[in-house]
């Protein structure tokens, strides 16, 4: 099983390779890339949530908020200073 594995990687690195040789296939496969970035990032974001909506942030495990909540404290401390 392993002189397969390292020839169908060998035989698929060759293939890559001589794909992206053209410019227009670069092209190709840089624009799906960015494509496929964007879409990721814009679901994380949405599913992400604002900080400012409570029942969210409700969902949070107390021991993670901790550290967020001192750092709100200190903040409202300079404020008020």
Known sequence: MGKITKFVGV???VAGTAYLSKSEN???VKGQLNKA???LNT???RNLG????????????????TSVQYYNRLQQKSIDS
């Open 26 to 28: 670069r092209k190709k």
């Open 43 to 45: 679901k994380y974001v």
């Open 50 to 65: 604002k900080p400012s909506d409570i029942p969210d942030a409700e969902m949070v495990d107390e021991g993670a908020m």
């Open 11 to 13: 035989a698929g690195a």
């Open 37 to 39: 970035v964007e879409k």
